[in-house]
């Protein structure tokens, strides 16, 4: 099948970008990597009036850091990212999680901001949003400039805060710190396909107690998913006093998994629960060994 007819635009300034989608009142699509959308367009399952084209904006790629936090601008490259030489230091299981982001063909044109952004709720971008506090810079021509956590950025699936006239110009993760261990474990069919069960994050380490847990599920329920209760019970306890087999009970009570024809959601909690309770015992374990 053919895409529909549509107007292509490529803009070169994020506002000249900013003004096609507020004149377009909604039936603007944007591409970036096009991964996604290339085979809805095929099988006109999207069928925008114009098709913006933000690949050739200026800016709109690279990565920075700072001591406090990385900014990955929306338009970059996947593959890029990983390739980064201080991203597996200063963003470490943003570098797991990313190696598992579909194949490394797909890598090559796929960007960061399109995968936060599509709000896949088996992919490992956003859910790593999600878990390490990330921040989402969005701008529109006639609001300017506004930060949303990543955890209020899902409403459900590929349904976001995000409005017709906003564009995603940035993702900002905050560091955290030489002491903080990762915590990632996916569950697939097969590599390069999405998560049956995902779970990705950070746990801080100070002085032998958790000082600050950042946790999040994918393939689990109709959003990115934080755990919010086992991160609670994570925080103030020491090394030696954690049973991950009760914090991984916690961790499942916040989920909403469902049943597909890949998976049933018993199957989902089931090992959702195992690579829990495994994963985050063998990080601390490290840490204990190293201490």
């Known amino acids: 099948m053919k895409p529909a007819p549509f107007d292509y635009v490529a803009p070169g300034t994020v506002a000249e970008a900013l003004d096609v989608l507020a004149e377009a009142g909604g039936g603007a699509t944007l591409l970036a990597g096009g991964q996604t959308l290339m ?26 850091h700072t001591a406090e ?32 982001v579909g194949h490394y ?28 506090g990330a921040e989402i810079e969005i701008h529109s021509r006639d609001r300017g400039t506004r930060r949303v956590k990543a955890d209020e950025f899902y409403l459900g699936p590929y ?7 906003e564009l995603v110009t940035a993702i900002h993760y905050p560091r955290w710190g030489a002491d903080a261990v990762t915590v990632f474990r996916e569950v697939a069919q097969r590599p390069g396909d999405f998560a049956l069960v995902g779970l990705v994050g950070r746990v801080a380490i100070e002085g032998g107690k958790i000082a600050r847990a950042g946790l999040a599920w994918f393939g689990m329920g109709p959003t990115p998913i934080k755990a919010r209760q086992a991160e609670q019970a994570l925080i103030g306890t020491a090394l030696s006093d ?11 009570a916040d989920t ?36």
Do not use: C, W
């Open 242 to 252: 954690i049973d991950p087999r009760g914090i991984a009970e916690l961790a499942i």
């Open 39 to 64: 085979p809805l367009l095929a099988l006109r399952m999207s069928q925008p009036f114009i098709l913006v084209d933000v690949n050739r904006i200026e800016g709109f790629r690279g990565i920075s």
């Open 69 to 100: 936090s990385t900014r990955v601008a929306a338009g970059t490259r996947q593959a890029v990212a990983l390739a980064d030489a201080e991203m597996k230091g200063a963003q470490p299981v943003f570098n797991l999680a990313l190696s598992h």
């Open 256 to 291: 909403d998994p469902f049943t597909d024809h890949h998976a049933t959601a018993h199957y989902r909690r089931t090992v959702g629960r195992r690579i829990f309770a495994r994963t985050l015992g063998e990080a601390l374990n490290i840490q204990q060994a190293a201490a």
């Open 105 to 132: 063909q797909t890598r090559n044109r796929g960007t960061i901001g399109g995968s936060v952004s599509l709000g896949e709720p088996a992919a490992e971008m956003p859910a790593t949003a999600v878990a390490l």
């Open 159 to 165: 349904m976001t805060v995000l409005e017709p006239d």
